[in-house]
């Protein structure tokens, strides 16, 4: 009898313990610059697109927070391929903009210093075309450590 009775005392203590824990989620990612096809083929994007449009509801739909660094060329291929008809799923808006004003993602630039990419400073003013609100910026080294001649100063 005494079995039956603790099994249920605690199987109630563990939902109440349970219940009160809070699991805090944030996402943090980026794209890169080696996408051509953002830019070259328009299905690629628009899946892209319908990938990136779902997370950002379910990242806003379960309480997560998404901060997302955004390379020149998927800003390049938003410009280029949110039109009209496409922008009919977010309101109206280009992905970018919607996803900041209406699921709360942050987004930041992302560049990689390469020879025949835009600088960082590029791409940070390509977001406030954007109206992005960045704070931060990633990956933005501006030559390889390798280069670099490192010397101890005491």
């Known amino acids: 009898m005494k079995k039956t009775i603790l099994i249920p005392i605690l ?3 563990a939902l109440t313990v349970q219940s009160q824990s809070k699991i805090y989620i944030n996402y ?3 794209n890169e610059d ?3 096809q953002y830019i070259s083929n328009q299905s690629f994007y628009i899946s892209a697109r319908t990938m990136l449009r779902q997370f950002a509801i379910d990242c806003k739909n379960n309480g997560a927070k998404w901060s997302m660094g955004n ?3 998927l800003l390049d291929a938003v410009s280029m391929h949110d ?3 496409v922008m009919s799923n977010t309101n109206g808006l280009n992905l970018l903009k919607w996803m900041q004003d209406s699921m709360d993602v942050e ?3 992302h560049a990689h210093a390469q020879t025949g990419s835009p600088s960082l ?3 940070a003013y390509k977001h406030t075309l954007f109206r992005s609100s960045a704070k931060l910026c990633g990956e933005c080294l501006p030559y390889e450590l390798t280069r670099w001649k490192w010397e101890l100063v005491v």
């Open 107 to 109: 987004l930041d630039p």
């Open 28 to 30: 943090v990612t980026h």
């Open 71 to 73: 390379d020149y060329k």
């Open 11 to 13: 199987f109630l203590l």
């Open 83 to 85: 039109k009209p008809l």
């Open 34 to 36: 080696n996408y051509n």
């Open 121 to 123: 400073a590029d791409v």
